[in-house]
């Protein structure tokens, strides 16, 4: 009897290493939702955590969503049941997210200013189920997309704003730019729009109003629409500025802007702590650790400006 008993105590406390590994081996289901950008931006999460160890299929499953920005909060319920994790990107999938998975452990990417917007208590202490990666390293960065407009522009005295209407990201910005253009001398002029339908509409109005150059606030819906408030700026011959450097390979003069792909090793990283038992509660949110200057040189020339060679030196991407 006691060495039937002692053999099933070696047994059990064989079993024990076994039980741990299961655990450790656990596959979590990530749910990525992307707003209107998944061709761009989805790849990036996957890569980095297959280069930390976490190949998608294996030691994690990515279970990705391309959302309309009407539609977030829709396609984040549906995925809710899905996954053991949620990362999502732009501050309205965040907002989204806020409202649709209140309990479900969430990374956010390319957030303007999750405190202000009432995403987390802190940078340092969240306080919640979310963290993740802000957009800007400070809201100071649009003060520089002014300066540098001003830099290339020099007579400039009124700039025309465009920005998404009930996009959060708004009124810190407003708050930014206000405080950059009483600096430097510049009027703003606001030009709102809530669907792409109403972007020539908002640009017909900028000339007339006075509007000498334009500003874009940085946001999934100025994102997606990149390409189209290039084109309509080029029309209007309004000198340009933005938040990501896609808007500028479409056309668009200048950005100051986060680089997505180090954005999204960061998220990975803080994925990998919240795998290994970390809450987000308690981990800050970080700020981007890469910016890059990109200057359409093209159409500085098509609409007849002339970059400082200083500026031109400093910029990461030229495009000839």
Known sequence: MIRREVLALFAGAAAWPRVTRAQAAKVWRIGQVTVGAGD????????????????????????DRAAPPAQVRE?????????????????????AAKDAAPDMPTVFLSVGDPVRIGLVKSLAQPGGH?????????????????????????????VAVLRTIGDANVAPAMAALEE?????????????????????????????????????????????????????????????????????????????????????RQAAVMITKIMG????????????TKYTLAINAQTAQALNLTIPSGLLASADEVIE
């Open 40 to 63: 761009a931006l989805q790849p990036l999460l996957p890569r980095h955590l297959a280069n930390l160890g976490y190949a998608d299929g294996q030691a994690v499953t990515f279970v």
């Open 75 to 95: 396609v984040i319920r549906e995925l809710r049941p899905q996954i053991d994790l949620l990362a999502v990107w732009s501050t309205i999938g965040a907002v």
């Open 130 to 158: 979310m963290t993740g990666i802000t957009f800007e390293a400070t809201m100071e960065t649009y003060g520089k997309r002014l300066q540098i407009l001003k830099q290339i522009v020099p007579d400039l005295k009124r």
């Open 180 to 264: 950059a253009a009483g600096r430097i001398e510049l009027s703003l002029l606001t030009f709102d729009f809530a669907s792409t339908d109403e972007l020539a509409t908002a640009f017909q109005a900028m000339r007339p109003a006075g509007a000498e150059a334009l500003l874009v606030v940085a946001g999934a819906q100025t994102f997606v629409n990149g390409d189209a408030i290039a084109k309509l700026a080029m029309a209007n011959r309004l000198p340009s500025s933005h938040g990501f450097r896609e808007t500028v390979m479409a056309g668009g003069l200048l950005s100051i802007g986060p680089d997505f792909a180090e954005m999204a």
């Open 277 to 288: 038992g970390a809450k987000p509660a308690d981990l800050p949110v970080e700020q981007p």
